[in-house]
């Protein structure tokens, strides 16, 4: 089974809009970490934002939220206001367990991803 | 704060060759893994160095090895390459403190192409 799954090969919407980006996880550890990145054309992975399993709010940075629903294992991204700088590939991605010494559950999974594009 | 360097930023190999990319961790960085992403797909970890040791390794045969100086800066060596072996190498670095949270720092990557 797919550990994360992004259903959206690709998104389109409009500038200044929101946009919502799905992403489900499936994992039996109960600690556990979600994160986003941007990827674009350059190749660069840019970290957008960061849910621990245990958190009790959703994570938010700037225009970047997470609607996290543990209980359905979903971890959607919200991008508030798009620019047309939000063009990029994003992907979900999950770290699990605690991490032992010298962080050895440092591996992250990632999904396939969701193309975004921005229209002006 | 530095940023992950890698390098080289494009390089075509031929099958059966060898090929050495390297990674320079942002500064202060102990851990560093490396990621292959295929064409279309999301990256797989390949595998994570700490403090000059491997620690963590994903499913990729022997023929992927790595090293992490005392700088931080790290190694990906591939040998007998094979076609399949195209794809955008990333590396990834953190400073390791006990703490789960926060996010990993990329590079931009290393575009292999294996003919």
């Known amino acids: 089974a797919q550990k994360i799954t992004q259903t959206q090969p690709g998104m389109f919407v409009q500038e200044k809009e929101a946009v919502t980006l799905d992403c489900t996880y499936d994992?039996?550890?109960?600690?556990?970490?979600l994160f986003w990145y941007k990827q674009p054309s350059s190749g660069e992975m840019i970290f957008l934002i960061y849910?621990?399993?245990?958190?009790?709010q959703n994570a938010t940075e700037g225009r970047y939220s997470l609607n996290f629903q543990k209980a359905r294992k979903s971890a959607n991204l919200v991008i508030s206001a798009s620019q047309l700088g939000d063009s990029a590939m994003y992907f979900c991605?999950?770290?699990?367990?605690?991490?032992?010494?010298?962080?050895?559950?440092?591996?992250?999974?990632f999904g396939k991803g969701t193309l975004l594009t921005v229209n002006p | 704060e530095t940023g992950v360097t890698q390098s080289p930023t494009h390089l075509i190999k031929t099958r059966g060759q060898q090929v050495t990319l390297r990674c320079s961790s942002q500064?202060?960085?102990?851990?560093v893994s490396w990621y292959q992403q295929a064409l279309g797909q999301g990256p797989q970890f390949i595998f994570q160095?700490?403090?000059?040791?491997?620690?963590g390794r994903g499913n990729f045969p022997p023929r992927f090895s790595g090293l992490q100086f005392p700088n931080y800066s790290s190694e990906l060596n591939v040998n007998a390459l094979e076609l399949d072996d195209s794809a955008l190498y990333l590396c990834?670095?953190?400073?390791?403190?006990?703490?789960?949270?926060?996010?990993?720092?990329f590079g931009s990557g290393t575009r292999l192409t294996v003919v």
């Open positions: 990834a670095s953190r400073l390791w403190t006990g703490k789960i949270r926060g996010g990993y720092t």
């Open positions: 994992t039996s550890d109960p600690s556990y970490g």
């Open positions: 849910q621990g399993s245990y958190d009790q």
């Open positions: 991605a999950m770290r699990e367990g605690q991490g032992g010494s010298g962080g050895s559950n440092y591996k992250l999974t």
């Open positions: 500064s202060g960085h102990n851990t």
């Open positions: 160095y700490y403090r000059e040791e491997e620690n």
